[in-house]
């Protein structure tokens, strides 16, 4: 059962990190305009918008996902990790934790600067709270991801 659970939240997590990383950069300055199109042009053309809700949702089905993972990670992965003296992972993990947090806890605005019509003057606004959505999202997946591995690679 926890094999498919962790499936499950790593390809969650593939899907949150694909539509943060398009809107993110999609609401970068300079996405519309025009000139060749380039792949990332053509990646960066998305309406950002309509990445919102999914982003959200997917924010908090993962983030559930990995809650229920997380007395088997502490059982297994992070005991070998203090074995191995590898404090350093542990406290990446730590931080991957409070970035959790502080990601849940930006969603009800980031939500809320999302919602249509999009007000130009809150498009700073946007972009911060997209980017920093999109920077935890990133660095929990590395973390988890590594840290999920990590048993594996070392000897």
Known sequence: MIIVLLILHGLLAVTLLGAITHQALSAAPGAATAGPRSFMRRFRSVNPGAYANAVVVLFVVTTIGGGLLYPQYRLDVRTALEDMQMRAAN?????KEHFAAVGLGLLPTYWLFWRQPLMP????????????????????????HVLNNIKGLMP
């Open 91 to 95: 406290g990446l993990f730590e931080i």
């Open 121 to 144: 003057q809150q498009a700073t606004a946007r972009r911060a709270l997209t980017w920093l959505l999109a920077f935890i999202v990133w660095w929990n997946f590395l973390v988890g």
